[in-house]
Structures are given as C-alpha cells and as structure tokens.
C-alpha cells in the first residue's frame, strides 16, 4: 500500500499519507527521516497546470488516497479516468490530424466502478501521434494501442496513445517486444531476477540510488503484471473485428482538481511540518515563477500569516497579475470534469481586498442564458470576481449603457490567477431581469448532479443556502 508523491502539493500529501515511498531529498529533510527507495502501489503527480493531481496504481490504494483527498475540502473534485494509464484497447482510427490521429478506444471503466465520491469523466477517444506507430494510418484503420500519457478532463487535450505495449512503473518500465533498453543501474546485472521473456527493462533515473532489493522487488512486481497482460492478449480477438474495444483496463487512475478552500487546508496541514504562508498552495497553483517566490518568501519569513484571512492578495496580484488592463480569462469548470472558458475580457478595476471588475465585448446573436433577452451588437458584460467568494455577478449592459439584466453564477470560491479566473459552477444560479424581477435558475440541474454523483450534498447544499441569501438580498 506504498505511494509515490510528486509535484507542489508533495509535503502537504507526505503528511497526508501513509507509506510514502521514493522521496526527494528535500523531502527527507523536511520530515527527518529517511523513506525507502521500494515500488509504489500508487502515484500522486501533480498535474502540468498545477490545479490537482492524478492518482495512479492498484484499485486499493488508490481508493484510500481518493478517500483521504475528498475530506480536505468541500471543493474537491474526483473523477475517474475511462482511458486509464496503461489500458489496452483495440482502436478504430476516426480522424486524422496534422502530427497524428485520433483514435476511438471504447470505455476502460464503467460507472459501477466509480470510487465513492467520484464519477467517470467524458471522453473514450485518445490521440496517437505518428511518431509512436511505425505504420501509416488512415481513417477506418483499426489497430492495437495503449495509454502512455494522461490528460485531466479539465484540460480539453486528449490521453497520448502509443503501439508500443509496456507496463508501467516509477523505477522502471517493462516494454513488450524489446531487449535495448538503454541506459542500466549499476546493479541491474546482478539482480536475482530477470522479466519474462520478450519483455524489456528501461529503468528510470531514480534506479540509480536504489537497493539490491528495491530493484529486484520492483522488477518482480512489473513481471508479475507483465505476465497477466501476455496472458489476456493471448485471449482476444484482432483489432480487426472487434474495435473499439478494451483488452487490458490499465491501473486504476483519477483525477483530483483542488478547489481554493482544499488549497488552503493543505496549506494547514503543511504548516504543521514546515514553515508555510497564507496561501501557499493557491500562489503556487498560479505559475511557476509564483513558486520560486512563495519559497523565497518562505525561506525568509516563515510563516507568512496563519490563514485564509492573511493571504496576501494585492501583493500577490501587484507582483504576478492581473492588474488594470491587462486581459483575464473566465474558465467556467463543471462538476463532470469538463471545462470550457466563457471568453476574454479586460481588467478595468482591481481592489487591494481581493476583487477585480472584468469588461467582456459580447457578440450578438442567440440569448442570455436565464434572462431570454437577444444578445445585440456593442453589448457588454461586466463581471465582478472575489477571489473566495462563493458567487459572482455579471451585469449585461446595451450600447446606451442600460442594464439588460444581471447574472448571479454560483460556484466554488472563485481563484483569481495572473490571466484566468477558475471555478467549479454548482449549477444553481440567480438572475435580476430588467425590471427588478428576481428568478433563481437551475435547481433541477442540480439535483440531477447530486443524484448523479457529481456534487455532493455537503456541497449542494452550501449551493443553495447560497443562492436564497443572493435572492433575498436582490
């Protein structure tokens, strides 16, 4: 039941967990003691745009790291990958692009498989670059493929397929087919243990420093899943007649996105280890100039505040942005993983407690969602974001200046980075029509999410509290 822990969320998580194993230095002297350089059941990485983390490993010990991760904050957020890493599929190529195809892989999970307090995200199509296939391929080819690189649901990109077959691990990989491997640890030709013919080892960097009996623990482990795998292709069919299908469901995998009120109790339960200012985890989730900062900052001070009500939030957005005129994004995230911007606008006013006013020119065409008015030419939106707060409101204006209706989207605590503002929508929403009627929007969508498994009670329930506190008020 070991972990592997990587990324910015690494000394919160190490504190967090049980048997972490392959720990960083830093890591090491941080917590004082030494972490065994053995397989890890599961990995915790960081994903690229810092906003969570994806889970990977044995269904046991990925649902004791998923259980232990829902209870930081109302705003996380789980769902299950349907192309997990590792899975084998017999694909049908269904369009081809400029650097590789798309390729339709069917379902490697279903949704009895879910783990408590997550859903299955969308998506069951991967993309296969031509560099990873040594053949040439054409719409309507169907072919074997595998899950190399993932991609959380949030991102819009697709998991990166290969033809290669292999068994994923942190000290090493085994891979089907071949014998050069590469570069060795200086024990490798000395281990007790060889993987199963017509595999290949390719050890990782971080072999190096591991024991006679790590390596040859790990290579046990990758054998013992390589030779389950030889054995379920031995039984399937070709891809010619059954894609899209799965053949191998992989490792487990999921995806963790952080909301603004987990970033902050990770902060908590980092102080405890090392110093740690307010805001940690939400200043590093920004970019990674912001990260060198919050260390240096760190390194000198301390503990830079104790709190939510300490962060920094005009130092911070004085140093990295965004400040007037410069150009935000409004990222418009959904509790089934999915996310989608609502479009650009300009910074037009930013006040030191942690708001920022953001003009947006509106296309005409179609309707305002909840208020049923025409969207018309020299239209604009202005939109008042809190960072933390649980809603915000957009005000419609015509080309005279007159109000044509307000809405109030309420959603997680909104995080204000150097050029996006990000949320979770909760759905239910408020609208303030031209003539002072106020109507509360989208109650069922949410109840449908809750019973969906998608928003939990805890949360849909503050969702609604804060709607009827944002109807009185109007």
Known sequence: MTVRVRGIYTTALTALLDDVVQASSTIEERFEESFPLEPAAAT?????????VHVTGSPERVADVIETLLDLGRDTFVWRAPLS??????????????????????????????????????????????????????????LRVQVDELQPPWSGGRPVLETDVRVHGELASLIRGRTDTGQQPELADILPVDPPQGWGVEWSAEADDASISSLTACLQSLSRRAEALDD???????????????????????????????????????????????????????????????DFVEGICGNAGTGDEDFPF???????????????????????????????????DRDPSGQITVEREMSPGGTYDGLGVERQEGDVAITKL????????????????????????????????????????????VVR????????????????????????????ENARAVADAISKAL
């Open 433 to 460: 029509h031209a003539d002072g009627t106020v109507e509360r929007v989208d109650d069922d969508e949410l109840d449908e999410a809750v019973e969906a498994g998608e928003v939990s009670p805890a949360l849909a």
């Open 85 to 142: 890493r590792g899975a084998v599929f017999a694909g049908e190529v269904v369009e081809t692009l400029g650097s590789g195809a798309l390729v339709e892989c069917g379902v490697a999970t279903s949704g009895a498989d879910t783990l408590d307090g997550s859903t299955v995200a969308s998506g069951t199509r991967g993309f296969l670059p031509y560099s990873k296939t040594a053949r040439h391929i054409d719409v309507g080819d169907r």
């Open 232 to 294: 379920a292709l031995a039984e399937v069919s070709p891809p010619t007649e059954v894609a899209p299908e799965c053949y191998w469901p992989g490792e487990d995998t999921c995806w963790v996105w952080f909301g603004r009120e987990s970033r902050f109790a990770l902060d908590a339960v980092r102080r405890e280890v090392v110093p740690t200012m307010a805001g940690h985890h939400r200043i590093k989730a920004a970019t990674a100039k912001a990260g060198t900062a919050v």
């Open 44 to 52: 915790v990485e960081t994903t690229a745009d810092r906003q969570g």
């Open 386 to 429: 809190r960072e933390g707060r649980w809603w915000y409101p957009t005000v419609y204006r015509g080309e005279e200046g007159e109000t044509r209706g307000t809405y109030v989207n309420v959603c997680t605590p909104v995080e204000i980075f150097p050029n996006v503002a990000r949320y979770v929508d909760l759905y239910v929403d």
């Open 314 to 348: 005009d130092v911070v957005t004085d140093q990295f942005g965004p400040g007037e005129g410069d150009s935000v994004r409004i990222d418009h995230g959904k509790p089934d993983g999915s996310l989608f911007s609502l479009g650009e606008g300009v910074v037009t």
